[in-house]
């Protein structure tokens, strides 16, 4: 089974696709963090200026395992927190939208769904990797609440680190949303078939209660 989250940043995919995994008894995969391994590869091995061509190379040589606290990319531990760092945030965009880097890893997440059952997060998982899920949800927020959720985050991530102010973080989130939006390959879009939740407001195990609940109340009606 393949439960699908989708939203854009800051709109509590990772944490709530995490503990709904935990929940469902799951396996957990985050699309975003294989982009960002990859974006991490890049300005580690080129630069900023780094080209198409120069960046699907680099893709298509990363080895990429999951470890505690971060990623191995090609035998390298990156702790999140450097997946999560200013750098990468400004340019993991820019790299995502490279159609074959975009085939590389859905082609990752594919096989691994094909292995068992998992709760796998990113933009157009729902619409493009997976528009074949057995449940969707989209998860969204307003631009405030992401960006608080961004800031704690960083603290949490990175608490002896200098830190983006609110503001930074806020227009990065616009600027993201924005590019995000107007890619012409995985733009960010509303599934027609996804659960919408608007999680501004609510609690992270709100919204986990809601998720699970009708995950759970879809599959008695279907077994009935």
Same mark, same amino acid.
């Given at each position: 089974?393949?439960?699908?989250?989708?939203?854009?940043?800051?709109?509590?995919?990772?944490?709530?696709?995490?503990?709904?995994?935990?929940?469902?008894?799951?396996?957990?995969?985050?699309?975003?963090?294989?982009?960002?391994?990859?974006?991490?590869?890049?300005?580690?091995?080129?630069? !900023?200026?780094?080209?198409?061509?120069?960046?699907?190379?680099?893709?298509?040589?990363?080895?990429?395992?999951?470890?505690?606290?971060?990623?191995?990319?090609?035998?390298?531990?990156?702790?999140?927190?450097?997946?999560?760092?200013?750098?990468?945030?400004?340019?993991?965009?820019?790299?995502?939208?490279?159609?074959?880097?975009?085939?590389? *890893?859905?082609?990752?997440?594919?096989?691994?769904?094909?292995?068992?059952?998992?709760?796998?997060?990113?933009?157009?998982?729902?619409? *493009? !990797?997976?528009?074949?899920?057995?449940?969707? !949800?989209?998860?969204?927020?307003?631009?405030?609440?992401?960006?608080?959720?961004?800031?704690?985050?960083?603290?949490?991530?990175?608490?002896?680190?200098?830190?983006?102010?609110?503001?930074?973080?806020?227009?990065?989130?616009?600027?993201?949303?924005?590019?995000?939006?107007?890619?012409?390959?995985?733009?960010?879009? !509303?599934?027609?078939?996804?659960?919408?939740?608007?999680?501004?407001?609510?609690?992270?195990?709100?919204?986990?209660?809601?998720?699970?609940?009708?995950?759970?109340?879809?599959?008695?009606?279907?077994?009935?």
């Amino acid at each position: 089974m393949v439960i699908a989250i989708d939203g854009p940043a800051g709109s509590g995919k990772s944490v709530v696709s995490q503990l709904v995994a935990k929940r469902l008894g799951f396996h957990h995969l985050n699309s975003g963090k294989l982009y960002r391994a990859i974006t991490h590869r890049v300005l580690q091995a080129v630069g !900023v200026n780094a080209d198409s061509a120069t960046i699907i190379a680099v893709a298509e040589d990363a080895e990429i395992q999951p470890a505690d606290g971060g990623l191995s990319i090609s035998g390298q531990f990156v702790p999140d927190a450097e997946l999560h760092g200013d750098q990468v945030d400004s340019h993991v965009s820019a790299v995502s939208s490279v159609l074959r880097v975009r085939e590389i *890893v859905n082609a990752m997440l594919r096989s691994t769904a094909s292995q068992t059952d998992i709760v796998v997060e990113g933009r157009d998982i729902t619409t *493009v !990797v997976f528009p074949d899920a057995e449940f969707k !949800v989209y998860l969204d927020a307003d631009i405030e609440s992401r960006a608080a959720r961004r800031y704690a985050q960083q603290a949490e991530l990175a608490p002896e680190q200098q830190r983006s102010s609110y503001e930074e973080i806020r227009n990065a989130i616009a600027q993201r949303d924005e590019a995000d939006r107007t890619k012409e390959h995985g733009a960010l879009v !509303v599934a027609p078939d996804a659960l919408y939740l608007d999680t501004s407001h609510l609690t992270i195990e709100e919204v986990c209660d809601k998720v699970t609940t009708t995950i759970q109340g879809d599959k008695i009606q279907q077994e009935n």
